[in-house]
């Protein structure tokens, strides 16, 4: 009290706060005490820092908020003593400026707490870190529980008490689903636990983590369905599903020039140059971001091409020319797609990730910087898979490229089962779902694999993942059994046979029979080693010798011996 102004304890034992001859001088006061926050405010010349009062608009709006979260017998007090914290968004001690002044308390020591307001909230987690740093925290990790809430109620309420209900039973039925829906995801986004990936923010995560369950609910729905009824089911989605598709030649003519093409000896590369060229660009783009790694990248791609080949008899869109399979595919957009998944990652490797709060920027150029920086990583985890070093890892990354193989034909399987063309928006709303999915699915992963300690459990959406896959197979083995039960070429059949001997060798012989080998050599080494250290201490070896004669031409002819046998020789 004795270093606050004097205007403001003039006004307080007066009668309370609800009078304050001095506005500037509670903010002087307030800077006093708070000097981190309420020095910058000041300079910074906000409303009710010195160069003007506040506005009655945000006394009453303010006034509102805390009636409506403490109650009036409070809503005096908390406003003019928590004005600056609600209107500023800092969580500061209300208690203290409670002591500042109150209509209803009275002045309050310094060291005491308001009756009126709740207690002081404990230390944060975040205290050890900057300002900037626990406001970016903060503010991003804020869920807004109770709003989203209050709006859903509303909401509902409106359908409920305002709107007529509609005779239609099918609409009915479909509102339904979707509101239930709707409901469910928002009770996730601001309820559900939060991933590895923190930007832009921690909601969109947790709403694409909602939507994995909802997907694979429907997958099971569609599985416990006929194969008739399921197809069917779709038309509620869109009108035009449910019928069979078009029988397509996706091979055709391979000539890269048809001379006998006089108009457009090329028409055949033209042709091949639609819309999924540019799609598998990105697509590929997007997996190197997930997967981080040049080598598996490359495997999957090559490795897919190769199923391509040995399943082409299964479905005719698989069947393509071979410049189109090694040189478009691989080489051109699957290549380029790496490459540049690659520099982008090694830009986020060298990136330094020091942020500020975007309030905290003086430049509004600055400020447009930090935006679009907030789509960016919050920090950066290289991966390192390391499948050589242990059978454990070694497993898991074929288990991880198994499942991006499978996900792969599930596309062109379900396609084919459920009679979608491969122009309808449904693929590509499952080909955008798996590419938001997907990245925090390998960090999960490669969390779990990499620090077992830390992390017990493997992460909720590689769960979901993983499910949604296997869901995926399930409805294909079911909807066509026929179609997967055709029999391989044998050529194929025996050269994916000799790939899985071939790697299966390779697995034993690096993780079982070459560690028995060196575990081998190494015993003999140390064995050879203790056999030969007794030799060196015996005495009389002054000179060099054993017996501690002078070392004649017989002693270097025979130490030449020795060296050739791989003995050490004595000296």
């Given at each position: 009290q004795a270093g606050a102004p004097a205007g403001v304890w003039r006004s307080t034992q007066r009668g309370g706060c609800g009078r304050v001859s001095n506005q500037a001088g509670l903010l002087a006061a307030e800077s006093h005490l708070l000097p981190s926050t309420w020095g910058s405010a000041a300079s910074a010349g906000w409303p009710?820092?010195?160069?003007?009062?506040?506005?009655?608009?945000?006394?009453?709006?303010?006034?509102?908020?805390?009636?409506?979260?403490?109650?009036?017998?409070?809503?005096?007090?908390?406003?003019?003593?928590?004005?600056?914290?609600?209107?500023?968004?800092?969580?500061?001690?209300?208690?203290?400026?409670?002591?500042?002044?109150?209509?209803?308390?009275?002045?309050?020591?310094?060291?005491?707490?308001?009756?009126?307001?709740?207690?002081?909230?404990?230390?944060?987690?975040?205290?050890?870190?900057?300002?900037?740093?626990?406001?970016?925290?903060s503010s991003q990790r804020r869920a807004h529980t109770l709003t989203v809430l209050f709006i859903l109620t509303c909401v509902l309420g409106y359908?409920?008490?305002?709107?007529?209900?509609?005779?239609?039973?099918?609409?009915?039925?479909?509102?339904?689903?979707?509101?239930?829906?709707?409901?469910?995801?928002?009770?996730?986004?601001?309820?559900?636990?939060?991933?590895?990936?923190?930007?832009?923010?921690?909601?969109?995560?947790r709403f694409w983590l909602c939507v994995s369950v909802v997907y694979e609910l429907f997958l099971i729905f569609i599985l416990f369905q006929t194969v008739q009824d399921g197809r069917q089911f779709l038309k509620y989605v869109d009108p035009r599903l449910g019928v069979p598709l078009p029988e397509r030649d996706y091979g055709g003519n391979c000539l890269i020039y048809d001379a006998d093409n006089k108009s457009d000896p090329f028409h055949n590369v033209w042709d091949k140059l639609d819309g999924f060229v540019p799609a598998h660009f990105i697509g590929w783009y997007l997996k190197t971001l997930m997967i981080r790694d040049w080598w598996m990248c490359t495997i999957v791609s090559v490795m897919f091409e190769f199923l391509e080949y040995s399943l082409e008899h299964q479905l005719p869109n698989f069947s393509e020319c071979w410049w189109d399979h090694w040189i478009m595919d691989v080489l051109v957009c699957n290549g380029l797609g790496i490459y540049c998944g690659?520099?982008?990652?090694?830009?986020?490797?060298?990136?330094?990730?020091?942020?500020?709060?975007?309030?905290?920027?003086?430049?509004?150029?600055?400020?447009?910087?930090?935006?679009?920086?907030?789509?960016?990583?919050?920090?950066?985890?290289?991966?390192?898979?390391?499948?050589?070093?242990?059978?454990?890892?070694?497993?898991?990354?074929?288990?991880?490229?198994?499942?991006?193989?499978?996900?792969?034909?599930?596309?062109?399987?379900?396609?084919?089962?459920?009679?979608?063309?491969?122009?309808?928006?449904?693929?590509?709303?499952?080909?955008?779902?798996?590419?938001?999915?997907?990245?925090?699915?390998?960090?999960?992963?490669?969390?779990?694999?990499?620090?077992?300690?830390?992390?017990?459990?493997?992460?909720?959406?590689?769960?979901?993942?993983?499910?949604?896959?296997?869901?995926?197979?399930?409805?294909?083995?079911?909807?066509?059994?026929?179609?997967?039960?055709?029999?391989?070429?044998?050529?194929i059949a025996q050269c994916w046979t000799l790939g899985s001997v071939l790697a299966l060798t390779w697995t034993v012989w690096r993780f079982f029979l070459r560690d028995i080998t060196l575990r081998y050599k190494e015993i003999r080494r140390q064995k050879q080693q203790s056999r030969d250290e007794p030799g060196r201490d015996e005495p009389g070896r002054a000179d060099g010798s054993a017996d501690g004669r002078t070392p004649g031409p017989d002693d270097a002819s025979g130490s030449e011996e020795a060296d050739r046998e791989g003995v050490p020789a004595p000296h």
């Open positions: 009710g820092s010195g160069r003007g009062r506040f506005p009655v608009s945000g006394w009453v709006a303010v006034l509102a908020l805390h009636a409506l979260s403490l109650g009036p017998a409070a809503c005096v007090c908390a406003t003019l003593t928590g004005l600056s914290p609600v209107v500023r968004g800092w969580s500061l001690r209300r208690d203290l400026f409670c002591d500042l002044s109150c209509v209803t308390c009275g002045p309050v020591p310094l060291n005491k707490s308001c009756p009126l307001l709740p207690a002081a909230r404990p230390p944060s987690r975040h205290a050890g870190r900057g300002p900037s740093e626990r406001h970016e925290t359908v409920t008490l305002l709107e007529e209900t509609p005779r239609d039973t099918a609409y009915n039925t479909k509102r339904g689903i979707v509101a239930s829906i709707l409901v469910f995801l928002c009770f996730g986004v601001t309820q559900a636990k939060d991933g590895p990936f923190s930007r832009p923010h921690p909601a969109y995560w690659m520099k982008t990652l090694e830009w986020l490797s060298l990136k330094t990730y020091k942020w500020q709060g975007l309030w905290n920027i003086p430049t509004y150029k600055g400020k447009m910087k930090r935006i679009v920086f907030q789509f960016t990583p919050y920090s950066w985890v290289r991966f390192e898979w390391k499948p050589a070093s242990s059978l454990r890892r070694w497993l898991a990354v074929c288990g991880i490229i198994l499942v991006f193989l499978l996900a792969e034909l599930n596309t062109f399987y379900l396609k084919f089962v459920l009679w979608l063309p491969p122009e309808h928006y449904l693929v590509l709303l499952r080909l955008v779902f798996f590419v938001n999915v997907g990245g925090v699915a390998m960090r999960e992963i490669y969390d779990f694999m990499d620090d077992p300690k830390l992390h017990k459990k493997l992460g909720q959406q590689a769960w979901l993942v993983a499910a949604i896959t296997a869901t995926e197979l399930l409805i294909v083995v079911k909807y066509d059994p026929h179609t997967l039960t055709l029999s391989l070429p044998f050529y």
